[in-house]
T-cell receptor, first 118, second 110 residues
Framework: NAGVMQNPRHLVRRRGQEARLRCSPM?????VYWYRQLPEEGLKFMVY????????ESGMPKERFSAEFPKEGPSILRIQQVVRGDSAAYFC????????????????FGSGTRLTVV | GQNIDQPTEMTATEGAIVQINCTYQ??????LFWYQQHAGEAPTFLSY????GLEEKGRFSSFLSRSKGYSYLLLKELQMKDSASYLC???????????FGAGTQVVVTP
């Protein structure tokens, strides 16, 4: 049973380019969450999505950032016109239900995408 | 909103015991998670407490006091592989929107 799959693991972009980060949830999971982790800081919630719906985007910056979770395919976190301050590790988590009901893999993280903006 | 406070770093020797404290303030409360994160890797689930008291799982135990807004993670018989960051994450009134503490970096020395 594959876990949460994120790709790419590492992404380098020049200032002004676009970054696309992908997340495929665990099999059987229909809820996806994105987090950002800056160096030496904790995980910061960005957005919570279900298939074709954004449930909570209160942690998303107002500009340049968007997220989707289409009916088919992975969830995508898109960052337009990247700046150096966007350099961070972006983690995706998935869960099968809302809310968690006690299963061990109830809220599972992927290995993250490390974005470097040069 | 949520406030989460845990120590930045703790050092202990192999075989010893370390207790990582976490205090929190949340809007509503539905439980508290602890995760382990090795450098450059995904956070992995360790424990979940919803009722007051101690939950034991092998070498790791987690304690919760809801009235005090306090939890701790106890690591026993420390091993070198336990060197990692430990993240406290209370679940407030919004599922999925966890606010993690900055993490406690545990350094295990020989």
């Amino acid at each position: 049973n594959a876990g949460v799959m994120q790709n790419p693991r590492h992404l380098v972009r020049r200032r002004g380019q676009e970054a696309r980060l992908r997340c495929s949830p665990m099999k059987g999971h229909s809820h996806v969450y994105w987090y950002r982790q800056l160096p030496e800081e904790g995980l910061k919630f960005m957005v919570y999505l279900q298939k074709e719906n954004i449930i909570d985007e209160s942690g998303m910056p107002k500009e340049r950032f968007s997220a989707e979770f289409p009916k088919e395919g992975p969830s995508i976190l898109r960052i337009q016109q990247v700046v150096r301050g966007d350099s961070a590790a972006y983690f995706c988590a998935s869960s099968p239900t809302d809310p968690w009901t006690g299963e061990e893999n109830g809220y599972t993280f992927g290995s993250g995408t490390r974005l470097t903006v040069v | 909103g949520q406030n989460i406070d845990q120590p930045t770093e703790m050092t202990a020797t192999e075989g010893a015991i370390v207790q990582i404290n976490c205090t929190y303030q949340t809007s509503g409360f539905n439980g508290l998670f602890w995760y382990q994160q090795h450098a450059g890797e995904a956070p992995t689930f360790l424990s979940y407490n919803v009722l007051d008291g101690l939950e034991e799982k092998g070498r790791f135990s987690s304690f919760l006091s809801r009235s005090k807004g306090y939890s701790y993670l106890l690591l026993k018989e420390l091993q070198m592989k336990d060197s990692a960051s430990y993240l406290c994450a209370p679940w407030g009134d919004s599922w999925g929107k966890f606010q993690f503490g900055a993490g406690t970096q545990v350094v295990v020395t020989p």
